[in-house]
Nanobody, 116 residues
Framework: QDKFVESGGGLVQPGGSLRLSCAAS????????MSWYRQAPGKERDMVAY????????NYSDSVKDRFTISRDNHKNTMYLQMSSLKPEDTAMYYC?????????WGQGLQVAISS
C-alpha cells in the first residue's frame, strides 16, 4: 500500500529544534511536488512549506520563513521539515503531503508541542 511513515514529532522548549520526516513507501517522492501543513486546535490546516517536484523552488508561510526548511532525500525516499527557533505558536499537528499525476498522499500527522 502506498503510504507515508512519519517520525520526529514531540515536545520541545521554546527556541529548540525538531526535524520531521516522512518516508514514502510504494511511490517515489522525486516524482511529486510536496508540502508540509499544520493544524492547531480549532484552526484550519495551513500549508507552511512547499518544494517543487524538480526541487528548484521552495515557498514558506510568513510565520515560518527563515526558521523552517523543507527538503527531500531521493536516495532515502524521504521528505523532511527542519524546524528551528521554535515558538509556542508552532504547536500543532504537522502533516506531509505529496501530489502529482493525479495522485495525492498525506501523512497521518505528527504532534509538535512547544512549551517550557
Amino acid at each position: 500500500q502506498d503510504k507515508f511513515v512519519e517520525s520526529g514529532g514531540g515536545l520541545v522548549q521554546p527556541g529548540g529544534s525538531l526535524r520531521l520526516s516522512c518516508a514514502a513507501s510504494g511511490f517515489f517522492l522525486e516524482n511529486y511536488a510536496m508540502s508540509w501543513y499544520r493544524q492547531a486546535p480549532g484552526k484550519e490546516r495551513d500549508m507552511v512549506a512547499y518544494l517543487s517536484r524538480d526541487g528548484d523552488d521552495t515557498n514558506y508561510s510568513d510565520s515560518v520563513k527563515d526558521r523552517f526548511t523543507i527538503s527531500r532525500d531521493n536516495h532515502k525516499n524521504t521528505m523532511y521539515l527542519q524546524m528551528s527557533s521554535l515558538k509556542p505558536e508552532d504547536t500543532a499537528m504537522y502533516y506531509c503531503r505529496a501530489w502529482g499525476y493525479g495522485s495525492e498522499y498525506w501523512g497521518q500527522g505528527l504532534q509538535v508541542a512547544i512549551s517550557s
